[in-house]
């Protein structure tokens, strides 16, 4: 009974060996694609640094436009990253990739009103932000951004306190409010280009954010992909898309394109972010692989212990005992001698 209890834990142990193999190679492949995603943000914040100055004419901007295109679809690629061929970037979800078609963020302003897409199946990107349909007022769409849960629209502090997005009807037109924190129930009003918001459908980026989680030790379990919503969403992508559009647009000045390049040292920080949670883990996986490596020996001494026998000992009482048993023999068949009888029997 001990034997066999010793050798379920040696089978166990060697179990979590193979499953924290298991977290490596998910965490490694991880760490990786942000690493790649990062480079690719800081490439673009680049080429808006870039663009941004006014020496730049309008064909050299289409061009950067092209650059940062090819960038974003990289990107799409990233987002769609397989290990073991498995999706490591949809949560639960590992058999369906996270981005299938981004053309489903391409609607304008005025498919929000001629039925092509329900508002309320919609994210707006404008300024590195989400905004979410909330309600309606004199044929106006209002946005709110959804980091903001209070006040909810209908309040009386909405038109005071909101960031919000105002579509005039049939989309003519955007503004964007928010409060102005240097004055009590002040709000400013910013007119927006048409051009320079984002209509995605809000599944355009699809993420599952439950975790995948792997036993490394007796109830000891360690997530091994990360909320993809905070990296790879509607906000990351639709910038990207707002600047190509920005690019695209001549009327656009050098000191309009600078206001995109924080956006991406907002995005450049989340996928930082994202990757120093993920050494963190791969720091307390180490740790716990080392703490398995001894338990490994423990028990293997312990199974020794109980079953393994000194060889050299043991072959000195088979010899012994080989010796005994001729002995024996020689000194029976001394003491019985055959006589004549036997013969005759």
């Not at 100055?53 to 990233?78: C, G, P, T, V």
């Not at 790879?232 to 910038?239: H, I, K, M, P, S």
């Amino acid at each position: 009974m001990k034997g066999m209890r010793y050798r379920t834990e040696v089978t166990e142990i060697e179990q979590f060996k193979r499953n924290i193999g298991e977290v490596h190679n998910w965490l490694e492949t991880a760490d990786s694609a942000l690493d790649q995603g990062t480079e690719i943000l800081r490439r673009i914040r680049e080429l808006a640094t870039q663009a941004a100055n006014d020496s730049y004419d309008a064909s050299e901007r289409a061009n950067i436009a092209k650059e940062i295109k090819q960038l974003r679809e990289h990107m799409q690629s990233i987002a769609n990253t397989k290990n073991s061929n498995k999706y490591i970037f949809n949560g639960t979800n590992t058999m369906t990739p996270p981005i299938v078609n981004l053309e489903e963020m391409f609607y304008g302003t005025v498919d929000l009103f001629n039925g092509t897409i329900e508002p309320n199946d919609t994210d707006i990107v404008y300024d590195g932000q989400v905004f979410r349909y909330v309600g309606e007022v004199d044929g106006q769409q209002i946005y709110q951004d959804i980091r903001q849960t209070e006040p909810e629209f209908g309040d009386q502090t909405f038109e005071t306190e909101a960031f919000r997005l105002v579509i005039e009807d049939e989309g003519g037109s955007v503004t964007y409010i928010k409060p102005d924190t240097n004055q009590d129930g002040e709000t400013i009003t910013t007119s927006v280009r048409t051009n320079d918001v984002v209509v995605a459908s809000r599944n355009a980026v699809s993420y599952n954010t439950q975790n995948v989680e792997i036993e490394i030790f007796k109830g000891v379990t360690v997530p091994v992909n990360i909320n993809p919503s905070n990296i790879f969403n509607n906000a990351l992508f639709g910038d990207m898309i707002r600047l190509e559009q920005a690019l695209e647009d001549d009327t656009v000045t050098g000191e309009e394109l600078t206001s995109y390049i924080d956006n991406f040292y907002d995005h450049i920080d989340h996928f930082v972010s994202e990757r120093a949670e993920l050494g963190a883990r791969v720091n307390r996986v180490e740790m716990m692989e080392n703490r398995i490596l001894d338990q490994e020996i423990t028990a293997k001494r312990i199974m020794s212990d109980n079953e393994d026998v000194d060889i050299e000992k043991v072959i000195m009482e088979l010899l012994i005992q080989e010796s005994v048993h001729r002995a024996a023999l020689a000194s029976g068949s001394r003491i019985i001698q055959p006589s004549l009888i036997d013969f005759l029997r």
